[in-house]
């Protein structure tokens, strides 16, 4: 019997060595929650790093499948690796490429954007055709380690400052976007969800 306790532990403290982000665990609870509550059966998700969130959302029930999509080749290796040791190679389909590059025909129930936070926006256009009818699209990082709020004159990196403006642009976008009723969420590092009208 697989201790999945003892892996998901294990791929919790490897992303804290070798600073891969993951996310809170509030941000985790909010989203395997969510799954639970609206029946979600079919997932995508737009960045997998190691693995760990498709994970916990494949482990919410076991009709939940999960296609994820990471463009990071050691992130990727080590993603399989751990889907490989909880015995979920048959519930989650890893994708080693650009999301940029993917071209996907089936639909899914939520589509999950935790990938690089400037094309947020470019994701969110590209995939909601693959969106099933009251779908939703959950986003996390929002509030970007709290810079989001924070004084922008305070932040001195000029990338960071253009990061935190993208990320605002997007919520702007979301708050904008009458095709979607979004709700914005103050758990983890900030999450939205927008469900298709």
Do not use: C
């Amino acid at each position: 019997m697989v201790d999945r306790y003892a892996i998901v532990r294990k791929i919790k403290q490897y992303a804290e060595d070798n600073n891969v982000p993951i996310m809170l665990q509030e941000g985790i609870d909010f989203l395997t929650t969510y799954i639970l509550k609206n029946h979600v059966k079919n997932i995508l998700e737009i960045g997998t790093a190691i693995g760990y969130s498709a994970i916990m959302m494949a482990l919410v029930d076991s009709d939940v499948k999960v296609t994820t999509i990471e463009r990071d080749e050691v992130r990727y290796l080590e993603a399989l690796k751990n889907v490989k040791s909880l015995g979920l190679e048959d519930r989650i389909t890893l994708i080693y490429n650009d999301a940029f590059n993917v071209k996907l025909e089936e639909t899914f129930d939520l589509i999950f954007i935790d990938a690089a936070k400037a094309q947020s926006i470019k994701f969110f256009e590209m995939f909601e055709r693959n969106l099933n009818r009251n779908g939703a699209i959950i986003t996390d990082n929002l509030k970007f380690h709290g810079l989001v709020d924070q004084n922008e004159d305070e932040i001195k990196s000029k990338n960071l400052k253009a990061l935190i403006r993208k990320i605002k642009d997007y919520i702007n976008y979301l708050k904008n976007n009458e095709k979607y009723k979004t709700e914005f969420y103050d758990v983890g590092d900030g999450i939205s969800v927008s469900v298709k009208k």
